[in-house]
């Protein structure tokens, strides 16, 4: 298991959990980019920039949460399924099924970590601008961390039924 | 060592595998002989651990495929048809990566790693990307990872697919080494001159095992493929 955990979890996805970290967080800046344009636009002349109205920061985080519900799954999938190109070739190792899970789990909740906390320099300067207060920020937080932890679970157990049947398949192509 | 008693599978609604039972005794190899479509590759699978749904019993030095996965596994070294492999892993590292797989601590998979970049004549490559290897060297890295951690039995499915001349005698002088060490082979293939190596043959037609028989007395019959192998 240790072996695979350092090697085979987390070798070569560094650019792309770069790339979702940025994508993570241009969508969030974008949406509540959008919505305070719309917001100054309407605002009579003169009037104070701040606070920053409350519904940019439910429509950022909505955003996030839907772009994290479409990536964590996948990060998991990637994790559990390796970079192998041709059949996996760790199927008839002495690593335990559950140990092997447990491990791509693990890499690709620390993966989706990331990819959620990549945005949190925008929030905090939405949080200083007066868009959202701390209570109004833990319910959608709570949540989107409920995403970043379950959904790497769902991707894994389907890359491994995934392997499982790929196995089969070649080898009962009789 | 490696012991089959009435193995069958079901693939796709259909037995692709019926009744097959044979043993392979501790310093010989078994050859699987066969048309394509005959299920070679599916007795090769089931043997490593790979198929759950089967019947039958197998067992791998005494121990049960089916219920003792994981010992199993440490004691086969298995080789498939198609060879998976990280394309941006470097030979060295992809042997390393193995050993660490077998338990083995980290100083002992570097050393067995080394030892196995020199058996199989991979030092040049060594520390090339995997995705760069001709099919060549990539057999020889699916050798290598199978010999690594010096299992009792060796599961080959067309093991020397893609060698070449130099390829196949590093393995020819490796198995028998093995063999000559106590160790038992089960190798698929439809290549003639690899099925010589094994002391007895076993013939698979549409799933059945059609006939046993020792390899010399093959090699005497003139309708049989390995008639003037020899």
Redesign the interface.
């Known amino acids: 298991m240790i072996p695979f955990w350092r090697v085979g979890v987390w070798r070569g996805r560094i650019p792309a959990v770069a790339s979702f970290c940025a994508l993570h967080t241009l969508l969030v800046a974008w949406v509540a980019w959008y919505i305070i344009e719309m917001h100054w636009s309407t605002a009579p002349v003169g009037a104070s920039a701040t606070p920053l109205p409350g519904v940019a920061f439910r429509a950022a985080w909505i955003a996030g949460a839907l772009c994290l519900l479409v990536v964590a799954p996948g990060v998991g999938a990637g994790t559990a399924q390796g970079r192998w190109i041709g059949p996996d070739p760790t199927r008839t190792l002495p690593v335990s099924e559950t140990g092997r899970a447990a491990s791509a789990w693990i890499a690709s909740c620390v993966m989706s970590g990331l990819i959620w906390a990549a945005p949190l320099p925008f929030y905090l300067a939405l949080f200083g601008m007066g868009a959202f207060t701390v209570w109004d920020a833990a319910p959608p937080f709570t949540l989107q961390v409920a995403v970043v932890t379950v959904g790497p679970l769902f991707g894994v157990l389907f890359a491994r039924w995934r392997s499982r049947k790929s196995w089969t398949a070649e080898a009962g192509h009789v | 060592m490696l012991e089959l008693t009435q193995v069958g ?1 079901r ?2 609604g259909r037995w ?2 019926r009744e097959i039972s044979f043993a392979v005794p501790a310093g010989q190899a078994f050859g699987l002989s066969g048309p394509s ?3 070679k ?2 007795v ?3 043997c ?4 759950p ?1 089967y019947t039958g019993i197998v067992r791998v030095c005494g121990e049960d495929v089916r219920s003792r996965r ?2 199993v ?2 004691r ?1 070294g ?1 080789v ?10 470097t030979v060295r ?1 992809d042997l390393e ?2 050993a ?4 083995m601590a980290r100083q002992a998979g570097r050393n067995a790693a080394a030892a196995a970049l020199e058996r199989w004549q991979m030092r040049p490559v060594a520390d090339e990307p995997m ?1 760069t290897l001709g099919r060549g060297f990539r057999q020889r890295v ?1 050798l290598a ?1 199978a010999w690594l951690h010096e299992p009792q039995v060796l599961i080959l499915d067309e093991p020397a697919g893609g060698l070449d001349a130099e390829g196949r005698e590093l393995f020819a002088g490796a198995l028998r080494r093995h063999l000559d060490a106590g160790g038992s082979a089960l190798l698929g293939t439809s290549s003639a001159d690899l099925l010589q190596w094994s002391d007895r043959i076993g013939f698979l037609v549409a ?1 059945s095992l059609h006939r046993v028989a020792a390899t010399r007395e093959l090699v005497s019959e003139p309708a049989m493929p390995l008639s003037g192998v020899r």
């Open positions: 599978c693939m796709a692709a595998l479509g005959s299920g590759s599916l090769l699978a089931v490593a651990t790979l198929i749904g994981s010992s596994r440490r086969i298995y498939p048809d198609a060879i998976g492999l990280d394309p941006d892993m590292e990566f193995f660490g797989a077998h338990g995705g699916g990872r799933g």
